[in-house]
């Protein structure tokens, strides 16, 4: 079974640009979350996607988005870049259901210069 | 979501059992309870999770105290590729939805 997958695993961008992150469940998992990991600091919870609705968003400003696809991958979109969005960004994913337990990706680094 | 307390901090000899505590006194009764962890520059990854029950599988055993308001998640024998954040979540059994992590315990495993 092929496991959450994101793309790219590092980006560069340039403060002011914007960065699409990209990220693909496992077969048969409906939902999709977003986090955010700055260097040394703890997983702080960005956006949560099922069924192509977004069903619930952490404590960040609106150039934070994104959305779920019809096949379930999702994509994250973060304009105006500032230099503190440097950071891993991990997306994970988990089935209908709630006794279950979610499956991470390895994450993008996401470097804003 | 209720809250978990761990300690900062462990240090385990390898090959040695590892007990890692969590304290959740205000699970209520709905709230599964999730272990994580997370070696270095990786994304976490499930170790087990449950409710009531006791629990096992190939990575730990998860041990839930009778009023769960504490639980102890068991390493066997600890290997080096166990040194990781390992983090108790707890999770409403209600709906889907977002895990919220803590700090976390910072497990050091030495040969």
């Known amino acids: 079974e092929a496991g959450v997958t994101q793309s790219p695993t590092h980006l560069i961008k340039t403060r002011g640009q914007q960065a699409t992150l990209r990220c693909s469940p496992i077969?048969?998992?409906?939902?999709v979350y977003w986090y955010q990991q700055a260097l040394g600091l703890g997983l702080q919870f960005l956006l949560w996607?099922?069924?192509?609705?977004?069903?619930n968003r952490g404590n960040f400003p609106p150039r934070f988005s994104g959305r779920q696809f019809p096949n379930y991958s999702s994509e994250l979109n973060v304009n105006a870049l500032e230099l503190e969005d440097s950071a891993l960004y991990l997306c994970a994913s988990s089935r209908p259901g709630t006794d279950y337990g979610y499956t991470f990706g390895s994450g993008t680094r996401l470097t804003v210069v | 979501d209720a809250k978990t307390t761990q300690p900062n901090s462990m240090e385990s000899n390898e090959e040695e059992p590892v007990h890692l505590p969590c304290n959740h006194s205000?699970?209520?009764?709905?709230?599964?309870i999730h272990w994580y962890r997370q070696l270095p520059s990786q994304g976490p990854e499930y170790v087990i999770h449950g409710l009531t029950s006791n629990v096992n599988n190939r990575m730990a055993s998860l041990a839930i105290a009778e009023d769960r308001k504490s639980s102890t998640l068991i390493l066997h024998r600890a290997t080096l590729r166990d040194a990781a954040v390992y983090y108790c979540?707890?999770?409403?059994?209600?709906?889907?939805?977002?895990?919220?992590f803590g700090k976390g315990t910072k497990l050091s495993v030495k040969p």
């Open positions: 979540i707890l999770h409403y059994g209600g709906s889907q939805g977002n895990l919220i």
């Open positions: 996607y099922d069924e192509g609705e977004e069903r």
């Open positions: 205000t699970i209520s009764g709905t709230d599964y």
């Open positions: 077969s048969g998992h409906t939902s």
